[in-house]
């Protein structure tokens, strides 16, 4: 009877133990927190690390600049708008097949060609023009993603005025880049989020799992709004949002959004006000994010029926004017409690 008292005392002293170790050994190495702009707009990026990693990770984030920024004069895609024959890179290549699959599987709602209408309306990366019917019209019978293909390297136009724009995937590629940096790295517990596209892995410094907020879409140019649809808990995974409630302006009592609708022309006037997307990359959460936008409600849910690996999360505006919810069967997971 002795021996089984002793035995039953030193179970939970070794548990505490070996429990003890493990957070001592985590704690060792502490979570660092590097952030800056890229792409227009703002990076955080926490890991946990006893080397700080900033320079190798703006590095990666310059790679992707350089191949896919429309502001960076020297880009792959500058060179190609300005129709300089020349060789892609592989980061170029990666995005354009992906951009072309989400633009063939959403029916052109997603299409990297929309540059010239972004444009137009003041979104983009050139100075706004007078927009008019016929103005629309015009820039129209240059957009489209099959007027565009990559053969041997090289970007072939059917229509020289055609200009790509890849704002609308190349943050979550970049976050995918970071990530699979961190991942070369060894490092389990982390978070990158560039401009509110995300990889998340492992658990945050307090040992819980990561956790996001999706605001609620309330009309707010200038980002103080911080009121909460629902929270997110994700771990190894891409998840990106897409919204009209920040970049938007207002003209002779009309509001234009930024996102742009290539079929049409003309920025969209769904439903949706907001779209979070979760799927097994970056890139690709942020071109869907950015589709369902486009396509409205039913749509969007027709799409995410076709592809049960897509997870995602709308906020919509019923007929009274009401907003609601909807989200796929998967996204119950990561909803937390």
Known sequence: MKKKNGLKWQIPF???????????????APYQTDQGLVFGTMYKITYQSKENLKAEIEAELQRVDRSLSPFNKASVITRINDNTDMQTDSLFDYVYRLARQVSEETHGAFDITVAPLVNAWGFGFKNASQVDSATIDS??????????????????KSD??????????????????VARLLDRKGIRNYMVDIGGELVMKGENAQMKPWRIGINKPIDDSLAVNQELQTVLQVSGV?????????????????????????RTGYPIQHNILSATVIADNCAKADAYA????????DSAKAVCHAHPELDAYFIYSKDDGKTDIYYTEGMEKYIAR
């Open 238 to 262: 891409g998840l990106a949002t897409s919204g009209n409630y920040r970049n938007f302006y207002y003209k002779d009592g009309k509001k234009y959004a930024h996102t742009i609708d290539p």
């Open 290 to 297: 950015t589709a369902f936008m486009v396509l409205g409600l």
């Open 139 to 156: 820039l129209r019978q240059f957009v489209g993603y099959d007027k565009v293909k990559l053969e041997n390297g090289r970007i072939v």
């Open 14 to 28: 070794l548990l505490l133990l070996v429990v003890g170790t493990v957070w001592i050994l985590r704690k060792q």
């Open 160 to 177: 020289p005025r055609t200009m790509l724009d890849c704002s609308a995937i190349a943050k979550g590629f970049g976050v995918d880049c």
